[in-house]
């Protein structure tokens, strides 16, 4: 016999356990049903040396509200990100110390940096919100890539770099690999690029006490048994009025579903009926960025002793960019992003001779190391937004449009800060603001602590 529910929420990332919240407030029968063992999604904390860091999400800034209000009704605490020293730039072999966020490009460069940035700002506030994909130039941006457009609008190596290094930490991808309307969308959603890019009073500012993850685990002690883990969903079947959802093991009933994943994982799920064809065209052509998030463990900080942030960048390598992602009790740890294949093992070798050559010798003793590949997350077809070229414009308004009973949100479903924990919580708003229009709900109570 099928357990019934007023909503079956599948997905037990930042945005779905933010709109079962909710739905709970308002003493709403709801059912989390999450594949993996885990609570989290694209939120995930592993510990280096004892102390929680960030395998997945990881900054949160100012300017976005949503979470931090969550973070402050969770009763965690945020603290920010070190920026304190000199960063490094690493290219042609040698390594140049520089104060700020903005590596040291040369006058020429520097200039034509600005000048991108100014242009690709400008056209960025000219995307609407959620009708991004509408408009007479949509279709014509959503074809060419941001590379493409860099070697238009740009003549410098130097301020091309500064752009793919953004592109690399934002989408996990290369420039010509990414939609330029995507692009333009992804900035306008956070408000312009200094916003996107930035550390103090933008993306970068803080962490959350605890790892971005005890968000999720706060959230799924408060849903008790409402979650299932070990739960994927094999069929959507919206044939009669209602949802009616199937495991392996089990079946529920709901009068409305919610589809809290990414599209790419989403389509993983066979529906009946079929969904429409610009949902299912999206589900089909979209793509979360993989690459690999490694943390290097030290008996303290030793770099900050010889005046460094901890930040730095290089034009390639084992280790593009690093971050001083330490605990404020002595132990040293360094975040690295990187897309080096291989072994896990090659990979620590590669990293540790690569910070060796920017930090010093005392970089090649870490006391630990661990890493998380994305591409090899189960049920997860990756971790940070990528738009490839032409999805947007072919899937227009499938990423929000109710499909029958069922619901969709995501970071990625968000005009407000797409793709962040930002973006997550803000789509758990709109989609509960559409169950309450749909079940006839009261206005939401204000959250208690």
């Not at 966020?101 to 020429?108: D, I, N």
């Not at 589809?259 to 979360?288: C, G, K």
């Not at 072994?343 to 540790?352: F, G, H, N, Q, T």
Request: glycine residues 12%; contains cysteine.
């Amino acid at each position: 016999m099928a357990r019934i529910a007023d909503v079956i929420v599948i997905g037990a990332g930042l945005s779905g356990l933010t709109t079962a919240w909710s739905l709970a407030r308002h003493d709403v029968d709801g059912v989390v049903l999450e594949a993996k063992g885990r609570v989290g999604g694209r939120l995930k904390n592993q510990h280096v040396a004892g102390s929680v860091v960030d395998a997945g999400g990881s900054w949160i800034g100012p300017t976005q509200r949503a979470v931090c209000a969550l973070v402050e009704t969770l009763t965690m605490s945020p603290s920010p990100q070190h920026t304190e020293g000199d960063t490094l730039r690493i290219a042609n072999g040698g390594a140049r110390r520089f104060r700020g966020e903005t590596p040291p490009l040369g006058r020429w460069a520097t200039v034509d940096l600005g000048l991108a940035m100014w242009r690709l700002d400008r056209a960025a506030g000219r995307i609407q919100g959620n009708t991004a994909w509408s408009g007479g130039a949509a279709e014509a941006l959503d074809r060419q890539t941001l590379g493409a457009w860099l070697q238009r609008n740009t003549v410098t190596e130097g301020a091309r770099f500064a752009v793919e290094l953004i592109t690399g930490a934002a989408f996990g991808c290369r420039a010509d690999e990414l939609s330029l309307l995507g692009f333009l969308a992804h900035v306008a959603s956070a408000g312009g690029l200094s916003a996107l890019a930035g550390t103090r009073g933008a993306a970068q500012d803080r962490h959350i006490v605890g790892g971005a993850a005890a968000m999720c685990d706060e959230l799924a002690r408060r849903l008790g048994a409402r979650i299932h883990l070990n739960t994927p969903v094999r069929m959507i079947d919206q044939s009669q009025d209602f949802a009616q959802i199937s495991t392996a093991a089990e079946q529920f009933s709901a009068k409305r579903g919610v589809l809290a994943v990414d599209p790419a994982t989403a389509s993983r799920s066979d529906h009946q009926p079929d969904r429409p064809a610009r949902r299912h065209t999206l589900e089909r052509t979209f793509a979360l960025g993989t690459g690999i998030k490694a943390h290097l463990s030290y008996p303290r900080p030793f770099w900050r002793g010889a005046g460094l942030s901890g930040f730095s960048c290089a034009d390639d390598g084992a280790a593009p960019m690093t971050f001083d992602v330490s605990p404020p009790d002595g132990a040293g740890i360094l975040m690295i992003f990187t897309n080096l294949d291989g072994s896990a093992e090659r990979r620590r070798a590669a990293v540790v001779d690569e910070l060796a050559t920017r930090f010093g010798d005392q970089a090649r003793a870490p006391t630990d190391y661990a890493e998380q590949n994305w591409a090899h997350e189960s049920f997860q077809s990756g971790c940070v937004p990528r738009w490839s070229p032409g999805v947007i414009t072919a899937a227009q308004d499938a990423f929000t449009r109710p499909v029958g009973v069922l619901h969709f949100a995501g970071a990625e479903t968000s005009t407000i800060w797409e793709g962040h924990m930002e973006g997550a919580v803000r789509s758990a708003e709109r989609v509960v603001s559409e169950l309450v229009r749909a079940l006839l709900l009261p206005a939401a109570a204000a959250p208690t602590r």
